[in-house]
């Protein structure tokens, strides 16, 4: 008898291809590195795509930023949010100090990374995130690549020192007056004129605004084109290096991970050197200058009444600030924040918070010693809407008029 046995077709199994992706990053710009960095971009394409188990879903490269920190970095910004959605799977990276100079940092991302199923593989020290062993030598070596980053930053601030104890700055900044020859800072005429007059002008009388406003009119801008305001005009009246002096290291980098860069006012050495370059204002007039807008600066701040310090806004902090017309005299304050998403921008007439204060402290006008006695400060939460806080506890909450452009301005 025959033996019939039925063959069944068989079906191919596809098997899926990973996503593979690729991390290279540089530090510093020089040909060297950005070189560098077009090889690992070449390298880790090819290696990818010439795997037949993976799909090439890129390479992401951080050019010219330091690995202390995640937060700057841009690339691997993306690269983190592509493996959230699952556009990738494995990432391959030269080694651990490409990928995270800072321990903590790298081991919480690949923490979160292998949560999500990431793999990560670091070429040089043949370590794979989600292998048993693999975490402990990532602690271990993380930490070497932190060490090494701190020493390679105390390197760099130790030959800034002997820069500044030679009397050199530790770079060619641009400013406007001076131009860089060698190592020679030159007079720019036409900008040295301009910085001039800026000087002149304080000292007859006009304030930062007015001589930005003429510099306008007579179609003098910055060296980039723009418009002179306050604050890079205040920057030159208040440079010493026009008086043909430098001043170096009055900043310095707190912390090598963080990269916070802090005022110099006496945690470092400062070192003044003299006659380094042809002065534009003698240092006569500078320190007249000076003392000009010190005076100034003092006026401005020396009003104090009793709402000082006391209205506040609840969602940045910062204090509501006295301001007067000097057409009509009118009193008002003002939040000015520093952070453009706070969400209350207002202005108060003073007359209006003192009809209010009078309400609510139950008197029939305003009391200055009655308020500061019961009224510890004034929450703005929104606009036409004020919160007082007795010192007792309680808080009481009182709409408030917005006197309007037309009467606030008188």
Not at 47 to 73: C, H, M
Not at 149 to 171: C, D, I, M, T, Y
Not at 254 to 266: A, F, M, Y
Request: glycine share 6%; with cysteine; proline share 3%.
């Amino acid at each position: 008898m025959k033996k019939i046995e039925r063959i069944e077709p068989k079906v191919p199994q596809i098997k899926r291809k990973k996503l593979v992706a690729a991390y290279a990053r540089v530090s510093a710009e020089s040909d060297r590195l950005n070189h560098s960095l077009s090889a690992q971009v070449s390298y880790y394409s090819q290696l990818i795509q010439k795997n037949p188990e993976w799909e090439y879903a890129g390479v992401y490269a951080d050019s010219f930023i330091s690995g202390t920190s995640i937060d700057k970095r841009d690339e691997f910004q993306r690269l983190l949010a592509d493996c959230e959605v699952g556009k990738v799977e494995i990432i391959l990276t030269k080694s651990i100090s490409r990928f995270a100079r800072n321990t903590v940092d790298l081991l919480s991302t690949v923490r979160h990374l292998k949560v999500l199923g990431v793999e990560v593989r670091f070429e040089k020290e043949h370590i794979s995130s989600l292998t048993s062993s693999g975490e402990v030598m990532l602690s271990i070596l993380a930490s070497f690549a932190q060490e090494e980053s701190v020493n390679n930053s105390e390197n760099v601030k130790w030959a800034k020192r002997k820069r500044f104890e030679q009397g050199l700055p530790h770079a060619r900044f641009n400013l406007y007056g001076y131009k860089w020859e060698g190592d020679q800072l030159l007079v720019v005429p036409e900008e040295a004129a301009v910085v001039k007059r800026i000087f002149q002008e304080v000292l007859v009388g006009k304030s930062v605004a007015e001589i930005g406003k003429e510099l306008s009119d007579d179609g003098i801008t910055t060296r980039e084109g723009y418009r002179w305001s306050a604050p890079s005009l205040r920057y030159i009246l208040q440079n010493v290096i026009y008086t043909g002096n430098l001043l170096l290291q009055k900043y310095y980098v707190e912390n090598p991970l963080t990269h916070k860069v802090r005022k110099n006012n006496g945690e470092c050495n400062r070192y003044w050197v003299e006659n380094t370059h042809e002065a534009l204002v003698d240092k006569e007039t500078f320190d007249l200058v000076q003392r000009e807008l010190g005076r100034r600066r003092g006026r401005s701040s020396t009003h104090k009444s009793c709402f000082t310090m006391k209205i506040k806004c609840p969602f940045c902090g910062h204090n509501y600030v006295y301001h007067t017309y000097r057409s009509t005299k009118n009193e008002y304050w003002v939040h000015q924040p520093k952070k453009r998403k706070c969400p209350v921008r207002w202005i108060i007439n003073q007359a209006e918070i003192k009809r209010i204060c009078a309400e609510v402290l139950g008197g029939a006008e305003f009391d200055e010693e009655t308020f500061l006695k019961q009224v510890d400060f004034i929450n703005v939460p929104q606009r036409e809407r004020l919160e007082f806080h007795i010192k007792d506890g309680q808080v009481l909450t009182k709409s408030c008029r917005n006197p309007g452009r037309k009467e606030k301005r008188g």
